[in-house]
């Protein structure tokens, strides 16, 4: 099945840099890469995704992209603020396998004023 | 639109015993996905169930079932309980239509088995 890694595991920056996550993943025929933002004890919530068909995505501040080729899909926040900090989770599914996402190990971004 | 709700929100039981959780989706989804979370594995997927009947099956034993009601409703069981099964269990729903789609998380129930 498939299997998505996720680096680093904890980032710690200063309040208007940037932070970069990425994500490998093992199976090519996963074509949906979301990007989901939990906040201690609150629910994950999507902030972005990206579909195969498409390299590059930004929301504002937020951007992901995607190699399909070396399967691996990162995720870019730029101008980070305190309340960016949170854990943040890529994942990978397949279309045609219906709603099964895959979930990498989660990233602690902790942005210091 | 009302978000995804889940009950009960938190859950104390022994080794042994069952438990039923219940999830409803928002409305006019179809799909209604489980995740188990907890500190050591993450988030793994459970099972997916789309139209009362489960479409997608993780990695987890035959103690984690589930089922989907015509309304969309879904509810997970989980027999003879273990230590290891202390976990959030989230859901997410789904229009269902594509494997492209946006999953909306609800809050979770918060499970400790003593």
């Known amino acids: 099945g498939e299997n998505v890694e996720q680096h680093p595991s904890t980032l710690s920056v200063q309040e208007g840099d940037s932070a970069v996550i990425k994500c490998t993943y093992s199976d090519s025929a996963s074509n949906y890469f979301p990007w989901y933002k939990q906040e201690l004890g609150k629910r994950p919530q999507l902030i972005i995704d990206i579909r195969s068909n498409v390299g590059e995505k930004k929301d504002q501040r937020i951007a992901v992209t995607l190699n399909k080729t070396a399967k691996h899909f990162s995720l870019h926040i730029t101008e980070t603020q305190p309340e960016d900090s949170a854990v943040y989770f890529c994942a990978a599914s397949i279309n045609n396998a219906g709603n099964m996402l895959t979930f990498g190990g989660g990233t602690r971004l902790m942005v210091k004023p | 639109k009302a978000g995804v709700t889940q009950t009960p929100r938190y859950l104390i039981k022994t080794r042994g015993q069952q438990v039923t959780l219940s999830c409803s989706p928002i409305?006019?989804?179809?799909?209604v996905s489980w995740y188990q979370q907890t500190p050591g594995q993450g988030l793994q997927f459970l099972f997916e169930?789309?139209?009362?009947?489960?479409?997608n099956k993780g990695n987890f034993p035959g103690r984690f079932s589930g089922r989907q009601f015509s309304n969309s409703r879904s509810e997970m069981n989980v027999s003879t309980l273990e230590l290891g099964d202390s976990a959030l269990y989230l859901c997410?729903?789904?229009?269902?239509?594509?494997?492209?789609?946006?999953?909306?998380f609800g809050p979770g129930t918060r499970l400790l088995v003593l």
């Open positions: 409305s006019g989804h179809r799909s």
């Open positions: 169930y789309f139209s009362e009947t489960q479409r």
């Open positions: 997410a729903s789904s229009l269902g239509t594509s494997g492209q789609e946006t999953q909306y």
